[in-house]
């Protein structure tokens, strides 16, 4: 699933970013703070990632 989802990985200004293939971007540190499900619902569909 993982290379259906993520089209690149990259740094920019010293960030580490994961782009999707649905075209969202989002830094891998939000990404971890934010736990596996939300960031796989961020990646499948339009909704932003929720914080609880």
């Known amino acids: ?9 990259y ?3 010293e960030r580490e970013y ?3 293939s ?3 971007t989002l830094r891998v540190d ?3 703070r934010c736990g596996w ?4 619902e961020y990646a499948t ?6 914080r609880q």
């Open 18 to 20: 994961i782009k999707f």
């Open 1 to 9: 699933m993982r290379n259906r989802l993520v089209s690149n990985v």
């Open 37 to 40: 499900n939300s960031t796989l």
């Open 45 to 50: 569909t339009d909704n932003p990632i929720l």
């Open 22 to 24: 649905n075209g969202r």
């Open 30 to 32: 939000t990404a971890y």
């Open 11 to 13: 740094f920019d200004n």
